[in-house]
């Protein structure tokens, strides 16, 4: 049980930083979501969006954040 608490507070401590991030992002006018190459199609009666870009990105940072955390550990 113990092990699960923990889990449980690490996940919200990353979901507090991510809303946080996101916050700043929209007070800086950082264009996350309208990158070229984010793919958006309006059609008569629905929009379809695909973030391609955005998501590229934001796996690059979290792969390198994720990289340098783990070296770290060693």
Same mark, same amino acid.
């Given at each position: 049980?113990?092990?699960?608490?923990?889990?449980?507070?690490? !996940?919200?401590?990353?979901? *507090?930083?991510?809303?946080?991030?996101? *916050?700043?992002?929209?007070?800086?006018?950082?264009? !996350?979501?309208?990158?070229?190459?984010?793919?958006?199609?309006?059609?008569?009666?629905?929009?379809?969006?695909?973030?391609?870009?955005?998501?590229?990105?934001?796996?690059?940072?979290?792969?390198?954040?994720?990289?340098?955390?783990?070296?770290?550990?060693?």
């Amino acid at each position: 049980m113990t092990d699960l608490g923990k889990l449980l507070l690490v !996940l919200g401590g990353v979901i *507090l930083m991510v809303g946080a991030v996101l *916050l700043l992002a929209g007070r800086f006018n950082v264009p !996350l979501g309208r990158l070229p190459g984010d793919f958006v199609h309006r059609g008569k009666n629905s929009v379809i969006y695909f973030p391609l870009t955005t998501c590229i990105v934001i796996s690059v940072v979290l792969s390198l954040i994720f990289w340098f955390l783990g070296r770290g550990h060693k």
